[in-house]
C-alpha cells in the first residue's frame, strides 16, 4: 500500500481541537504523523490539499441500504459507494430489510456486504423486537458478536413501554444504544404529512406534532428509570428539541439526531403534492426548523443524521397517500450542512464536522471521527468555496428521490479515503 500524504490543506479534526492548515501523512493504512512541512516517503501519493479542507471522514450512524429485499432501491454496495461520494467513511444501516436484520446471520451478512463493497464502511444495526413486530426481543448480545453497533425498530415504534424497558436494560448490559423512532401509533395512524394549515389546504390527513413528543418524553422517562442509553432518531419538533434539552440538564442518557432535511425545509415543500418532500418524521413548520438548528447548535441534538430511505422512480410516482415515506441524502448532507448551517452562521466549519463525524462515531463507539496518529485513515477532502448544483440524475445512489434537485450547495467533495486508499474522487 502505497503511503499517502495530503499537503497543505487545512486540517480540521475536532477530536484533537485541530483546525489550521498542515500535512496529513498516511502509511499502511493508517494515520502517521499530521503537523506542517511533512517529507513525503519514498514512493508516496502527494495530494495537493491547498485552499481544501482536510477532515475526518463523515460518519452517517442512520441510513436504508434496503438489502436484502429491495435491490431496486439500494444495495450495500451502491449505499457504500453513494456514502464515499458524499464525504462519508463510515454508515450505519437500520434493520427494517425485507427479511429483517434481527439475527446473527442476518448480521454477517451485512458486514459481508459492506467489506466487499470496498467503499465506506458499513455497520449494521440490529432489530430491537423479532421482525420488528414490537413483540419479543431479539437477541442483542448474539448480533452484537456478529457486529452490530446499535439496536432499532427505526421506521416502526416500540409501543410497549415495558418492552421498551427491557430493550434499555438489555442494551445496556452490552453498552449499545437503542435508537427510537419517536411515534404514537394511534395519533399517527393514516397521517402523510404535518398536521397544520398546509395539510388543512391540501386535504391531506396530518400527523400532529404531539405524535413524536409523547414517545420521546415516554423514551426519556425509561431511559432515567433504567440509566440505558437512549438515541432518538430524526427530531422534527420544537418541543422534541425542549424536551431532550430538559433532561440532558438532569443528566439522562440520551442522544439525539437532527436531519438535513428537518433543519432546512418545512411543510410547504409539499405543495404541489410533491411525494419527494413526503417523509416520516414530516417537515413540520418555520418554529420547529428553528428549534433543530438550535439544537444542532447548543448540542442537544448530538449528531447530523440523514436518514437516507431510498425508493425507486416508480414507487414515489404515485399520488401523495399512497407514497412511501422518505428521501436520500447521503450525496447532499455536507452540502446542506455547509449551506443552511454554517452559512447561515448556526454552526462553524469544526462544528459541523463534529456533529457530522466525531460526535457520531463517539455515542455509536465506533472507530471513526479522528485523524489520531495509529488510527484507520478514514478522510474526506472537499473544496469549500466550490458551489455546485445538485442533479439527483448524478447520484450514485440507486434512487433519486430528493426534494433538493436543482438546489445550489457549497462544498464539493473531491477525495474520500478509506483506510488510506482512495475510494473516491470527485
Keep these: 500500500m502505497k503511503p499517502v500524504l495530503l499537503k497543505g490543506g487545512r486540517v480540521v479534526d475536532p477530536s484533537q481541537n485541530h483546525d489550521a492548515v498542515a500535512d496529513l501523512l498516511?502509511?499502511?493504512?493508517?494515520?502517521?504523523?499530521?503537523?506542517?512541512?511533512?517529507?513525503a516517503p519514498d514512493g508516496a501519493e502527494i495530494v495537493d490539499c491547498k485552499g481544501k479542507?482536510?477532515?475526518?471522514?463523515?460518519?452517517?450512524?442512520?441510513?436504508?441500504?434496503?438489502?436484502?429485499?429491495?435491490?431496486?432501491?439500494?444495495?450495500?454496495?451502491?449505499?457504500?459507494?453513494?456514502?464515499?461520494?458524499?464525504?462519508?467513511?463510515?454508515?450505519?444501516?437500520?434493520?427494517?430489510?425485507?427479511?429483517?436484520?434481527?439475527?446473527?446471520?442476518?448480521?454477517?451478512?451485512?458486514?459481508?456486504?459492506?467489506?466487499?463493497?470496498?467503499?465506506?464502511?458499513?455497520?449494521?444495526?440490529?432489530?430491537?423486537?423479532?421482525?420488528?413486530?414490537?413483540?419479543?426481543?431479539?437477541?442483542?448480545?448474539?448480533?452484537?458478536?456478529?457486529?452490530?453497533?446499535?439496536?432499532?425498530?427505526?421506521?416502526?415504534?416500540?409501543?410497549?413501554?415495558?418492552?421498551?424497558?427491557?430493550?434499555?436494560?438489555?442494551?445496556?448490559?452490552?453498552?449499545?444504544p437503542v435508537a427510537e423512532h419517536c411515534e404514537d401509533p394511534y395519533l399517527f395512524k393514516h397521517g402523510v404529512m404535518h398536521e397544520g394549515t398546509v395539510s388543512a389546504r391540501m386535504g391531506l390527513k396530518g400527523i400532529p406534532s404531539a405524535c413524536e413528543e409523547i414517545m420521546v418524553a415516554r423514551n426519556l422517562l425509561l431511559a432515567e428509570l433504567t440509566g440505558g442509553h437512549i438515541h432518538l432518531c430524526h427530531m422534527s419538533s420544537r418541543e422534541s428539541v425542549a424536551l431532550i434539552r430538559r433532561a440532558k440538564d438532569r443528566n439522562v442518557n440520551v442522544t439525539a439526531e437532527g436531519a438535513p432535511h428537518h433543519f432546512a425545509l418545512t411543510h410547504e415543500a409539499t405543495e404541489g403534492y410533491d411525494t419527494n418532500a413526503k417523509m416520516n418524521p414530516p417537515l413540520r413548520e418555520e418554529a420547529d426548523v428553528e428549534a433543530v438548528r438550535d439544537g444542532l447548535k447548543d448540542g442537544t441534538l448530538d449528531v447530523i443524521a440523514t436518514d437516507h430511505a431510498p425508493h425507486h422512480y416508480e414507487s414515489k410516482e404515485r399520488e401523495?397517500?399512497?407514497?412511501?415515506?422518505?428521501?436520500?441524502?447521503?450525496?447532499?448532507?455536507?452540502?446542506?450542512?455547509?449551506?443552511?448551517?454554517?452559512?447561515?452562521?448556526y454552526l462553524t466549519l469544526p462544528e459541523l464536522i463534529n456533529r457530522m463525524s466525531t460526535e457520531p462515531a463517539r455515542i455509536f463507539h465506533l472507530p471513526a471521527g479522528t485523524l489520531r496518529r495509529g488510527v484507520a485513515a478514514d478522510v474526506m477532502v472537499f473544496d469549500p468555496e466550490v458551489r455546485w448544483v445538485v442533479d439527483p440524475a448524478a447520484f450514485l445512489s440507486k434512487s433519486r428521490n430528493t426534494p433538493f434537485g436543482g438546489w445550489e450547495l457549497a462544498g464539493k467533495v473531491e477525495r474520500t479515503l478509506v483506510g488510506g486508499v482512495t475510494v473516491f474522487t470527485g
Design 53 to 176: 479542507v482536510v477532515a475526518p471522514g463523515l460518519v452517517d450512524i442512520h441510513v436504508h441500504l434496503r438489502e436484502p429485499g429491495r435491490e431496486d432501491a439500494e444495495t450495500v454496495a451502491s449505499g457504500a459507494r453513494a456514502a464515499a461520494a458524499g464525504g462519508f467513511t463510515s454508515v450505519c444501516a437500520m434493520p427494517n430489510t425485507d427479511p429483517v436484520t434481527d439475527n446473527q446471520a442476518a448480521i454477517g451478512f451485512i458486514v459481508k456486504q459492506g467489506a466487499d463493497a470496498g467503499a465506506a464502511r458499513v455497520y449494521p444495526i440490529g432489530a430491537t423486537t423479532l421482525g420488528q413486530k414490537g413483540e419479543q426481543l431479539s437477541e442483542f448480545g448474539e448480533m452484537v458478536h456478529a457486529g452490530a453497533v446499535a439496536v432499532s425498530d427505526d421506521g416502526h415504534p416500540v409501543v410497549s413501554t415495558q418492552l421498551m424497558r427491557s430493550a434499555l436494560e438489555y442494551a445496556r448490559s452490552f453498552g449499545i
Design 320 to 345: 401523495f397517500d399512497d407514497a412511501p415515506f422518505g428521501i436520500i441524502g447521503l450525496e447532499t448532507a455536507l452540502g446542506m450542512g455547509l449551506t443552511q448551517l454554517v452559512g447561515k452562521g
Design 26 to 39: 498516511m502509511v499502511d493504512g493508517k494515520v502517521e504523523a499530521l503537523k506542517k512541512r511533512l517529507s
